[in-house]
C-alpha cells in the first residue's frame, strides 16, 4: 500500500511546444507538376561502386553523366528524384522542405533516412517530420555533382540505426583544370484547381568557377533562385459557410466528413541564395586536407488567396482563421563548416578524419494570431524563432585489406560522434509585423533540447568465391538527451496526478470560491498541480527533488510550493477541483472536453486561443487538465461586463473553430464525458461514413429499440 504522498504547486515558465511552426502542407492537393514523360535513368546495382567501407544490400547509382543526359537538375533533389523507390517530396521550386522518403519510410520520418555529400551529413536530424527536418540539399551545386549511390536498407555497421530507409551518398569533384560554368533557368508553372489559377515563375542563376594550381584546388558555386509557388494548402472551413459570403465551395475531405473549400493559401514568394566554397590540398601522394563552407539564405512570404466575398462583391475572410494560419513571413541564414583529411593509399591501409558544424544564424518567422473584418489580420501575433540550433559531427574510419585492394577481405572500423541542439521558442507579439524579434518578451510556446550520441563499429566483408561475399559487423551507440521538458524519467514514476491550470481559471477560483487563497506571491500564467506518491520512505521526495531541481535549472520552473501537512494539501486541490465551479458566476461559457496528443497540448492552446480571440474579442480563457492524456477543458467565458445572450448564440461557431483545431492535430471532440446529446450531430464532422455506419451498426445490436439513452449516439 502507498504510504508517502507529496503535493506540489508549480508556475511554469512557459508551455512548450517543441517544435517550429509548420508550414501548410499539401497532403489534399492533386499533383501541380504537368505530367511529362522523360528519357529512363540509368541504375545500376553493382555494390564495387560503393567506395569503402564496403556495403553489402542493394544499391542504386547515377553519375553525372546520366543526370546532363536524362535530368532538367534545377537543384541537388532533382538529381536524385527519379532513383528506384525512393520519393523527393519537392512541391515547388524553392521548397525548404522536400524530404526523401523511402519504401520503408513515408514523408512523416526524416530522420529515418541518412543523406551525405563527401560524408558530410546534409540530414536536419533536430526533427522527424516533414518541416523543419528535411535535408540541406542546397549546400551542393548541381554542378559539382560526380555521382549520387543509393544503399537501401540498414546492412552496414558503419551507418547508423535510424538508416533504415537507405543512405544517399553525394560524391562531388575537384576540378583538375581552370572551369567555369554560368547558367541562367526560367521555369513556368500553370495551375488551376478550386478557383485559384495562374502561372508561376521560377528564375535560377547560378554559376561556379574552380581551378588546381599545384596541390591547392578550390571550386566556388553561386546560385540565387526566386520563385512563386501554386498553393501548397486549401484553407477550409468544415460544414460551414460563412455568415453574409459568398464563394464556397462545398467540398469533403479524404475520410468523406464535410471541409468547404474557402480559400488558397501557402503561395510562396521565396528568395534563396547559396553560397559555397571548397578547398583541398594534396598534403602528398595519398593524403588529402579538405574545407568547405556553405553559406544559404532564405527570405519567404506566405500569402493567401480569399474565394469569400460580401454582398457587394467585397472580397473577405469571412472571419476563418486559417487565413491566419496560411499567412507569414520568414527569414533564415544558416552556415555550415567542414573540415576532412582523407587518405587514397591504393594499399592495405586508408583512413579518414571529418568534423562537421551546422549552425543557424538566424530563423524568424512572424505570423498573425487571426483575422478580423475584410481582408485584414490581427495586429497581434507570434515570432517563432530558431537561431541557435544547430549540430556538430565527428568522425574517424579506418580499413585495413590484408591481402591489398584486391584481396578478399576487407576489416573496417570508426568512431562517431554528434552534438545536436534545437532551440525553438515562440514570443507573443503586439504587432506580428513591427514587433522586436522577441515580441513582447513573454514565451507563447518554448521547444528546445539537446542530443548527444557515441558510437562504435567493426565490419569485416570476406568474398569467399566468384560472386559471392559475407559481411559480418557491429555497432554500438550510447547518447543521452538533455532535458528540457518535464521528464518521467525525472520522477522516476512516481507522479500520481499532474494538473495543469491557466492563470484565468486561478483567478476565478480566488474570486468565487471561498476560503481559497493564492499559494504564490507572484502572479504567473500557467500552473502545475503535481501529486508524487510511493510506498518506500524517502522516494517521493527524491522524486519531487528530482523535479523541482531539474524545472528550475532548465529554466522551466519559475516558482514553486510543496504542501507540508494534508490540510495544506487539500487547500492546493482546492484550486484544481473548483476551476469549473468557479466559472458559473462569471456568466455564460462555451465548454469544450477535448483532448490531443501530449506533444500538441501546448500547441493547441497557443492555436485555439488565437482563434478565439480573434472570433471572439474579449472572451476569457479558462483552459485546465488532465496533462497525463491530453485531456483539456478549455472554456471560453463571454468578456468581462458582455452579454450572456450574444455569448451563447454564438457557441456553436466558436465551438466549431475549437473543435476545427482539436481535429486538425488528431484529436478527439470528447475526451471525458463522452459526445451525450448536444455532440452527436457535431461528431458526424469529423467521422467518417464507415466509421458512422459501423456505430450505428453496434448501435442497432445491442440497443435496437434504443431504450438506452435513445437521444445520444447515432
Known amino acids: 500500500m502507498r504510504q508517502h504522498l507529496l503535493v506540489t504547486l508549480v508556475a511554469l515558465a512557459a508551455l512548450g511546444a517543441g517544435g517550429a511552426r509548420a508550414a501548410p502542407t499539401d497532403d489534399a492537393l492533386p499533383d501541380p507538376q504537368s505530367a511529362t514523360a522523360l528519357p529512363g535513368v540509368s541504375v545500376t546495382g553493382a555494390n564495387d561502386a560503393i567506395e569503402s567501407p564496403a556495403f553489402p544490400g542493394t544499391t542504386a547509382t547515377i553519375d553525372a553523366s546520366d543526370i546532363d543526359a536524362t535530368v532538367n537538375a534545377v537543384d541537388v533533389e532533382d538529381a536524385v528524384k527519379y532513383l528506384p523507390s525512393l520519393f523527393v517530396r519537392k512541391r515547388n521550386y ?46 551542393v551545386a548541381p554542378e559539382e555533382i560526380q555521382r549520387v549511390d543509393f544503399l537501401y536498407g540498414p546492412f552496414s555497421a558503419a551507418w547508423p540505426g535510424n538508416s533504415v530507409g537507405g543512405v544517399l551518398l553525394i560524391t562531388t569533384r575537384m576540378p583538375d583544370k581552370l572551369e567555369w560554368t554560368l547558367k541562367q533557368t526560367e521555369a513556368l508553372q500553370t495551375f488551376g484547381y478550386y478557383d485559384t489559377y495562374g502561372s508561376y515563375l521560377t528564375s535560377n542563376s547560378a554559376g561556379t568557377i574552380g581551378d588546381k594550381v599545384g ?33 464556397t465551395i462545398p467540398a469533403l475531405t479524404k475520410t468523406g466528413t464535410a471541409g468547404n473549400v474557402v480559400g488558397a493559401g501557402g503561395l510562396l514568394h521565396s528568395i534563396m541564395d547559396n553560397y559555397k566554397l571548397k578547398l583541398a590540398v594534396d598534403l602528398n601522394d595519398w593524403l588529402k586536407a579538405s574545407y568547405t563552407i556553405g553559406y544559404w539564405d532564405n527570405t519567404t512570404f506566405s500569402t493567401v488567396q480569399s474565394y469569400l466575398t460580401t454582398g457587394n462583391g467585397t472580397p473577405t475572410f469571412g472571419g476563418v482563421s486559417g487565413f491566419a494560419n496560411n499567412t507569414y513571413n ?118 528546445r533540447g539537446k542530443t548527444e550520441t557515441w558510437a562504435l563499429w567493426l565490419q569485416e566483408a570476406w568474398s569467399f568465391a566468384p560472386g559471392w561475399k559475407l559481411t559480418i559487423g557491429g555497432r554500438g551507440e550510447t547518447g543521452v538527451m538533455e532535458g528540457h521538458e518535464l521528464r518521467v524519467q525525472i520522477t522516476g514514476g512516481a507522479v500520481e496526478a499532474f494538473e495543469l491550470m491557466g492563470r484565468m481559471g486561478v483567478d476565478f477560483a480566488l474570486k468565487n470560491v471561498a476560503g481559497t487563497r493564492d499559494p504564490l506571491t507572484e502572479i504567473h500564467p500557467w500552473y502545475v498541480l503535481a501529486e508524487f506518491s510511493s510506498g518506500e520512505p524517502g522516494s517521493a521526495e527524491a522524486s519531487m527533488e528530482r523535479f523541482l531541481a531539474s524545472g528550475l535549472e532548465d ?83 463571454r468578456p468581462d461586463g458582455g452579454s450572456d445572450t450574444e455569448h451563447a448564440a454564438r457557441r456553436d461557431a466558436g465551438s466549431r473553430i475549437v473543435h476545427d483545431i482539436v481535429a486538425s492535430m488528431g484529436g478527439s471532440i470528447s475526451a471525458e464525458h463522452g459526445l451525450g446529446s448536444m455532440k452527436t450531430e457535431e461528431a458526424r464532422r469529423y467521422k467518417s461514413a464507415v466509421e458512422i455506419e459501423a456505430l450505428t451498426a453496434i448501435r442497432r445490436a445491442l440497443d435496437p429499440k434504443r431504450i438506452m439513452n435513445p437521444r445520444v449516439l447515432f
Open 555 to 637: 529554466g522551466l520552473i519559475r516558482d514553486a510550493v510543496v504542501a507540508q501537512t494534508d490540510a495544506q494539501a487539500k487547500a492546493l486541490w482546492a484550486i484544481r477541483e473548483n476551476q469549473s465551479p468557479a466559472q458559473k458566476p462569471e456568466g455564460a461559457t462555451w465548454k469544450h472536453d477535448v483532448s490531443v496528443p501530449v506533444s500538441q497540448v501546448a500547441a493547441f492552446l497557443d492555436k485555439a486561443t488565437a482563434a478565439m480571440q480573434a472570433f471572439a474579442p474579449g472572451a476569457r480563457i479558462a483552459a485546465f487538465g488532465h496533462m497525463g492524456d491530453g485531456n483539456i477543458h478549455y472554456d471560453v467565458l
Open 94 to 139: 524553392g521548397d525548404t522542405q522536400p524530404v526523401l522518403a523511402t519504401r520503408t519510410t513515408g514523408l512523416g520520418a526524416s530522420a529515418r533516412s541518412l543523406v551525405y555529400a563527401d560524408d558530410i551529413l546534409l540530414s536536419a536530424l533536430i526533427a522527424n517530420n516533414n518541416t523543419i527536418g528535411a535535408p540541406r540539399w542546397g549546400l
Open 330 to 447: 520568414l527569414g533564415e541564414q544558416h552556415l555550415m563548416h567542414a573540415l576532412s583529411l582523407k587518405t587514397d593509399t591504393g594499399g592495405n591501409w586508408d583512413w579518414e578524419l571529418i568534423a562537421t558544424r551546422y549552425d543557424y544564424l538566424q530563423s524568424l518567422q512572424r505570423s498573425p494570431a487571426g483575422v478580423t473584418t475584410g481582408t485584414n489580420y490581427t495586429t497581434n501575433g507570434l515570432i517563432a524563432r530558431m537561431d541557435g540550433t544547430g549540430w556538430m559531427t565527428q568522425d574517424v574510419k579506418a580499413i585495413w585489406r590484408p591481402t591489398g585492394l584486391e584481396g578478399p577481405h576487407e576489416l573496417s572500423a570508426g568512431f562517431h560522434h554528434d552534438q545536436y541542439k534545437l532551440e525553438n521558442p515562440t514570443w507573443n507579439a503586439p504587432s506580428w509585423l513591427t514587433s522586436p524579434d522577441n515580441g513582447n518578451n513573454t514565451v507563447s510556446t518554448y521547444g
Open 215 to 247: 596541390r591547392l584546388s578550390f571550386f566556388l558555386a553561386v546560385n540565387r533562385e526566386e520563385s512563386f509557388s501554386q498553393p501548397l494548402a486549401f484553407v477550409t472551413n468544415g460544414g460551414a459557410f460563412a455568415a453574409g459570403t459568398s464563394g
